[in-house]
């Protein structure tokens, strides 16, 4: 992908541009400095985030926990390139990406970033082989061919390997947040972000689809950030990162 | 298959009563604007060609006599000229042909003409034993006018034949409403009266052109016969010409009132009255039959929003795919194009049969033509300007829910704040 065009405001660039990232070896996917946020508008505003930074390191499974509200899933949207900071920088395998043109960022998240939301989000008419297919056709880098049997491969690796035909409406959440992991995976992402992967789910699925996540993830060397409010599901994540008022706390 | 076509087939099926209520809506629209136009070009056509198998393409009539001319005086330093030959008063019209067969020789040289015809004209009283009636007496010469007119196929739906009348000198042709009016039959004969002439004729054949304006009074006999009846020993009334190519008709008949200093007239001025009526109820027929099409565009719209609206949390997924606006924005244009070929597709083919069903339904139809069932034209610029107008509503309700998905935002909609 290419670099992102400088700013073209005019102004001079903010200091965490100049900055190269800290530590900024391969093994950095994905870093945030001084993230903030504001939602809604007028009397309503709220600043959801106020100077985030956070880095995730391939192989590595990383947990932001807190209250509801404390801005644990807008910064997963930020870091996801789903939403733009107001201030702060986001770079994705060393490029910056926080303040690049809306191509860019969607190409960037096509190809370097897999997400899994708390509820699914499959597209009900097509069937688990056709969802996990979706982000490697819109890649374009493998034959159809190739991509059926990705696909295929990876929904026998989330243990789907006989229901690669079902419509998303015929399976259950767990399997369908199986899916959704084997989606996230289907382009061989640098990063899955996560967002209450295992909210919609039963202790023995949460169980299943985490281990999942992470044992894919570590085996690709892919980091993983994940927000979660279940602290056992915490627990077991390599690092944990504790959000409250829009901020990581230690 | 692109992968947005591919989506946008599935998106499809999401609300599959009201898309099938916008899809019949497309089809009937298109259908019946076909049929519509089938008719009424049809009708219009077949009067063209009425008009054409009675009196011709174009008719030459009236010679131009210039009563002013270009005046030039000059003298030792200048010279100047006077423009009037332009001018309307300064022409005047003197009734008949007076050389009818130069003229006819001059008028055969013009490429696009394929018959001339000379007729000699004349009012005349008809006596039968039954009644009197006026009538008009149109002396002509049986080959030349068969190759300008449809005489012949008039004949043949009327009664007696074009032989009888070629092999009797005193024989004429008569329009069947005259005939009946004067309870005539093919073999009866007749007395015809033009100022102080008096002669009896055989009616050697009954002709029906459809038109009751020319069946209730003309008459056709022999040019010699007519001269004779008439006085008029030389000369003719005017000249029915016909053309290979009848759209030129208003070109060649310029063309021919310029070069023989005669009036001509083209059908196309003529009938002008006839025609832009129809053309009225041409253009009035699309427009209503449109409705259709935009009420369908309109529910179309409708459908499309309302998808847009239950796939916000699809198009935010695919968004964080890596699915660009654009991609989402073609995923609505596809929907649209879809309905569009299936709708316009099915629309042909409705318009085709009832096109054909209809040009099978037998009517009784006299007056300014002879039809015994519904006239359809087949062109395939019905079928054109039916998708065409389709097209332009159904792409407008696609495009417009097409950009509003393309604006939606996947970070709000996945936070659930999307507008």
């Not at chain 2, 001339?116 to 006596?127: F, K, L, P, Y």
């Not at chain 2, 529910?299 to 198009?315: C, D, H, Q, R, S």
């Given at each position: 992908m290419p670099l992102p065009s400088s700013d073209s405001s005019g102004l001079p660039p903010p200091a965490s541009r100049l900055s190269p990232p800290a530590g900024g070896s391969a093994d950095i996917a994905l870093r945030c400095e001084n993230l903030h946020r504001y939602l809604g508008q007028g009397e309503g505003r709220v600043h959801v985030l106020r100077g985030v930074s956070f880095e995730a390191r391939r192989g590595n499974v990383t947990a932001i926990v807190g209250p509801s509200g404390c801005g644990k899933s807008t910064t997963l949207y930020l870091l996801g390139l789903l939403d733009q900071p107001d201030d702060g920088s986001i770079w994705i395998r060393d490029q910056l990406m926080s303040n690049s043109s809306d191509l860019d960022r969607t190409a960037a998240r096509g190809e370097h970033i897999g997400f899994v939301f708390q509820f699914h989000f499959l597209m009900q008419e097509f069937s688990a082989l056709d969802n996990v297919m979706m982000p490697m056709r819109k890649l374009g880098q493998l034959t159809e061919e190739e991509m059926a049997a990705r696909a295929a491969s990876l929904l026998s690796d989330v243990g789907l390997g006989d229901k690669t035909h079902r419509l998303a409406t015929q399976l259950s959440g767990g399997e369908q947040q199986r899916v959704a992991i084997a989606r996230a995976l289907a382009n061989q992402p640098a990063i899955i972000l996560a967002d209450e992967p295992t909210g919609n789910l039963d202790a023995k699925n949460s169980g299943i689809v985490f281990d999942l996540l992470t044992r894919l993830a570590k085996e690709n060397g892919q980091a993983v950030v994940l927000v979660t409010h279940n602290p056992d599901i915490a627990n077991r994540c390599d690092e944990i990162k504790p959000m409250r008022d829009g901020q990581f706390v230690t | 298959?692109?992968?947005?076509?591919?989506?946008?087939?599935?998106?499809?099926?999401?609300?599959?009563?009201?898309?099938?209520?916008?899809?019949?809506?497309?089809?009937?629209?298109?259908?019946?604007?076909?049929?519509?136009?089938?008719?009424?070009?049809?009708?219009?056509?077949?009067?063209?060609?009425?008009?054409?198998?009675?009196?011709?393409?174009?008719?030459?009539?009236?010679?131009?006599?210039?009563?002013?001319?270009?005046?030039?005086?000059?003298?030792?330093?200048?010279?100047?000229?006077?423009?009037?030959?332009?001018?309307?008063?300064?022409?005047?019209?003197?009734?008949?042909?007076?050389?009818?067969?130069?003229?006819?020789?001059?008028?055969?040289?013009?490429?696009?003409?394929?018959?001339?015809?000379?007729?000699?004209?004349?009012?005349?009283?008809?006596?039968?034993?039954?009644?009197?009636?006026?009538?008009?007496?149109?002396?002509?010469?049986?080959?030349?006018?068969?190759?300008?007119?449809?005489?012949?196929?008039?004949?043949?739906?009327?009664?007696?034949?074009?032989?009888?009348?070629?092999?009797?000198?005193?024989?004429?042709?008569?329009?069947?409403?005259?005939?009946?009016?004067?309870?005539?039959?093919?073999?009866?004969?007749?007395?015809?009266?033009?100022?102080?002439?008096?002669?009896?004729?055989?009616?050697?054949?009954?002709?029906?052109?459809?038109?009751?304006?020319?069946?209730?009074?003309?008459?056709?006999?022999?040019?010699?016969?007519?001269?004779?009846?008439?006085?008029?020993?030389?000369?003719?009334?005017?000249?029915?010409?016909?053309?290979?190519?009848?759209?030129?008709?208003?070109?060649?008949?310029?063309?021919?009132?310029?070069?023989?200093?005669?009036?001509?007239?083209?059908?196309?001025?003529?009938?002008?009255?006839?025609?832009?009526?129809?053309?009225?109820?041409?253009?009035?027929?699309?427009?209503?039959?449109?409705?259709?099409?935009?009420?369908?565009?309109?529910?179309?719209?409708?459908?499309?929003?309302?998808?847009?609206?239950?796939?916000?949390?699809?198009?935010?997924?695919?968004?964080?795919?890596?699915?660009?606006?654009?991609?989402?924005?073609?995923?609505?244009?596809?929907?649209?194009?879809?309905?569009?070929?299936?709708?316009?597709?099915?629309?042909?083919?409705?318009?085709?049969?009832?096109?054909?069903?209809?040009?099978?339904?037998?009517?009784?139809?006299?007056?300014?033509?002879?039809?015994d069932n519904f006239q359809v034209h087949w062109s395939i610029w019905h079928y054109v300007v039916g998708t065409l107008s389709a097209a332009v509503v159904v792409m407008t309700a696609a495009i417009i829910p097409a950009r509003r998905a393309a604006r939606l935002e996947p970070g709000d909609i996945i936070r659930g704040t999307s507008q």
């Open positions: - | 298959m692109s992968t947005n076509l591919r989506i946008a087939l599935r998106f499809l099926t999401a609300r599959k009563r009201s898309m099938l209520m916008s899809l019949s809506g497309i089809v009937f629209g298109v259908g019946f604007f076909i049929v519509t136009q089938a008719q009424t070009s049809g009708f219009e056509e077949f009067f063209v060609k009425t008009i054409l198998g009675t009196n011709g393409a174009i008719r030459i009539e009236d010679k131009i006599q210039a009563t002013m001319f270009p005046m030039i005086a000059t003298g030792a330093h200048f010279e100047s000229k006077f423009e009037v030959a332009a001018a309307r008063e300064a022409r005047k019209y003197v009734e008949g042909v007076e050389e009818p067969d130069v003229m006819m020789d001059a008028l055969r040289r013009f490429r696009n003409v394929s018959g001339v015809s000379i007729v000699v004209e004349g009012s005349v009283v008809a006596d039968s034993s039954f009644k009197n009636d006026t009538a008009k007496v149109y002396g002509i010469r049986l080959d030349d006018h068969l190759a300008v007119s449809d005489l012949a196929a008039q004949v043949s739906r009327g009664s007696g034949s074009l032989e009888n009348f070629r092999t009797t000198p005193q024989g004429v042709l008569m329009g069947q409403e005259l005939a009946n009016r004067l309870q005539l039959v093919v073999g009866d004969s007749l007395i015809l009266r033009a100022g102080t002439e008096q002669r009896r004729y055989r009616l050697a054949g009954i002709y029906a052109s459809g038109v009751r304006d020319i069946d209730r009074v003309r008459i056709f006999m022999h040019l010699g016969e007519a001269r004779s009846l008439l006085k008029k020993t030389t000369g003719a009334s005017f000249i029915q010409v016909a053309l290979f190519d009848r759209n030129r008709a208003p070109q060649d008949a310029e063309q021919m009132e310029q070069v023989l200093k005669h009036g001509a007239q083209s059908w196309q001025e003529r009938e002008v009255s006839w025609l832009e009526a129809f053309h009225a109820l041409q253009i009035s027929a699309a427009l209503t039959v449109s409705t259709i099409i935009l009420i369908s565009g309109l529910g179309m719209f409708n459908t499309l929003a309302m998808i847009v609206i239950e796939k916000t949390k699809e198009i935010a997924i695919l968004r964080s795919m890596g699915y660009t606006r654009q991609d989402i924005a073609r995923i609505f244009i596809w929907l649209g194009t879809i309905v569009l070929v299936l709708g316009t597709m099915g629309g042909w083919a409705l318009g085709a049969s009832v096109t054909y069903g209809v040009s099978k339904y037998p009517i009784h139809l006299r007056g300014i033509f002879s039809a």
